[in-house]
C-alpha cells in the first residue's frame, strides 16, 4: 500500500505503521502491535497516544489489560477536516498578528542603528554629529518646528554660527511660529530659509544630513532627539523636504499663510506692492498687522498701497513708511494682491485662501501693472 498521503496529512511512519497493524490484527495489546508493526517497545505507548489524540486508535480494558483497536478507516477524512478547520483558526490568529511581526522585523533592523538623545547636553551632543559627519560644501536640510526653549535657542543660534564657519550649507523649511529664530540665522553664510503653513510640517524638528535622521521633540522643560541612521528613512525624508522646498505654486489658507506671506514679504526686504487691500481682516487680525508694520520699517521695506476707496478712513491705510493712492470706486473685490521680490499672492480675504506664485517674469509683470494703476489712482 503506498502510504505516502497518509504522511502528507500529518502521520509519522511510526504511527502509519502501528494503525495499519491494528486494522489487520484486530483489538491487540502491545505484545502482537509490536511483533506486527516492528515498533520499538520503548516507543510503542508513545505512538499509540498520540494516534488516541488524532482518534485513530481507542482502548479497551479487558480484565485489567489494555487492548488497542484501529478507529474505521473514515475517521481519516474527519482527521483531515479537524486539520483543515484548525488551520483556518490558524490563518485568522496569524493575520492578526503579522503586522505586530512587521512592524518588529523593521524596528530590529534600526536598533543597532538609533540614538536617544535627552536634555540641552543630549542635543550638543547631537548637533555636534553633524559637524563631524559633513564637510566643507556639503548641505543638509532641517524641516518643522519646536516650542520655544530660549536655553536651546541660544545653543541653536551659536551652533549655526559655527556651521557657517565652516562651510556647511543649510536649507531650512520653518513654520511661522520660528520666525525669531530665523531672523537670528538668516544673514549666516551658506543658509537659506524658507516658510510654510504649519499644517503642512511636523511640530518637530527634523533633520536630515548624509545617511542620518534627527527628529526632535521638545516641550517648554525639555527636549527629546531621536536619531536613525539609515539611507532608506534619510531620502525617503529628503524627498518630502524637496517636494516642498521646491513649490513654484502655493495654496495657503488661514491665519499660518498669512503669517508665511508676511515673513517671506520680511526676508524679501523688497518694496511691497498692494492692490485692492479692502481692511476685511484688519481688526481680526490688528496686532499681527502692527507687528507686521513695525518689522517692515525696521526693515526699510516700503509699502505702495492701492487700496479701496471705501477704506480711506481706516487704520489701514495710515501706517508707517507707505505711500496710499485710492482705485475708483468699481474697484469692490475681496481679492487683494500683494507682490514683493520675484513672489506674487492674490488673497482671498473673505475666504482666507491664498495662491502664491514664485516667478520673478510674473511678479514684474505685475508691478508694471500697478504702476499703470497707481498713475490713474486718487490720492
Given at each position: ?148 526653549s530660549e536655553p536651546f535657542f541660544s545653543f541653536i543660534r551659536h551652533f549655526h554660527q559655527r556651521r557657517a564657519t565652516q562651510g556647511i550649507k543649510v536649507k531650512v523649511l520653518y513654520t511661522p511660529s520660528m520666525q525669531q529664530l530665523a531672523d537670528a540665522i538668516k544673514e549666516l553664510p551658506h543658509t537659506s530659509i524658507k516658510f ?184
Amino acid at each position: 500500500m503506498d502510504t505516502q498521503i497518509l504522511e502528507e496529512i500529518g502521520l509519522t511512519k511510526s504511527e502509519i505503521r502501528v494503525y495499519l497493524a491494528l486494522s489487520e490484527i484486530g483489538s491487540s495489546s502491545t505484545g502482537k502491535i509490536i511483533e506486527k508493526s516492528r515498533a520499538a517497545s520503548s516507543k510503542i505507548y508513545e505512538v499509540l497516544d498520540k494516534l488516541q489524540q488524532k482518534g485513530l486508535v481507542t482502548v479497551v480494558i479487558q480484565s485489567g489489560v489494555k487492548y488497542f483497536e484501529a478507529a474505521p478507516p473514515s475517521r481519516i477524512l474527519d482527521y483531515v477536516r479537524e486539520r483543515e478547520e484548525q488551520f483556518s483558526q490558524q490563518k485568522e490568529q496569524l493575520q492578526k498578528i503579522i503586522p505586530d511581526l512587521e512592524l518588529s522585523q523593521k524596528l530590529s533592523k534600526h536598533q543597532s542603528e538609533a540614538a536617544i538623545f535627552k536634555g540641552i547636553k543630549g542635543v550638543k551632543t547631537a548637533y555636534d554629529d553633524i559637524l563631524r559627519t559633513l564637510k566643507k560644501g556639503d548641505e543638509y536640510r532641517v524641516m518643522g518646528a519646536t516650542t520655544p526653549s530660549e536655553p536651546f535657542f541660544s545653543f541653536i543660534r551659536h551652533f549655526h554660527q559655527r556651521r557657517a564657519t565652516q562651510g556647511i550649507k543649510v536649507k531650512v523649511l520653518y513654520t511661522p511660529s520660528m520666525q525669531q529664530l530665523a531672523d537670528a540665522i538668516k544673514e549666516l553664510p551658506h543658509t537659506s530659509i524658507k516658510f510654510s503653513p504649519q499644517e503642512l510640517l511636523s511640530t518637530a524638528f527634523v533633520i536630515m544630513y548624509a545617511n542620518k535622521t534627527l527628529i526632535s521633540v521638545a516641550t517648554k522643560n525639555d527636549i527629546t532627539l531621536f536619531r536613525i541612521e539609515s539611507q532608506d528613512v534619510s531620502d525617503s525624508l529628503k524627498a518630502h523636504f524637496e517636494l516642498l522646498w521646491n513649490q513654484k505654486s502655493r495654496v495657503l489658507h488661514g491665519f499660518s499663510g498669512i503669517q508665511v506671506c508676511c515673513q517671506e514679504v520680511l526676508q524679501t526686504r523688497k518694496d511691497l506692492y498692494l492692490i485692492g487691500a479692502n481692511g476685511l481682516l484688519f481688526d481680526r487680525y490688528q496686532k499681527f498687522f502692527k507687528q507686521f508694520d513695525a518689522e517692515r520699517v525696521k526693515r526699510k521695506i516700503k509699502r505702495h498701497h492701492l487700496a479701496l476707496e471705501r477704506t480711506r478712513n481706516q487704520p489701514i491705510n495710515t501706517q508707517p513708511n507707505m505711500q496710499v493712492r485710492y482705485l475708483p470706486k468699481q474697484f469692490g473685490s475681496p481679492l487683494v494682491i500683494w507682490i514683493f521680490g520675484n513672489k506674487v499672492a492674490n488673497i482671498l480675504w473673505d475666504t482666507e485662501d491664498i495662491y502664491l506664485i514664485e516667478n520673478a517674469k510674473i511678479a514684474e509683470d505685475y508691478r508694471k501693472y500697478f504702476n499703470l494703476l497707481w498713475k490713474g489712482a486718487k490720492e
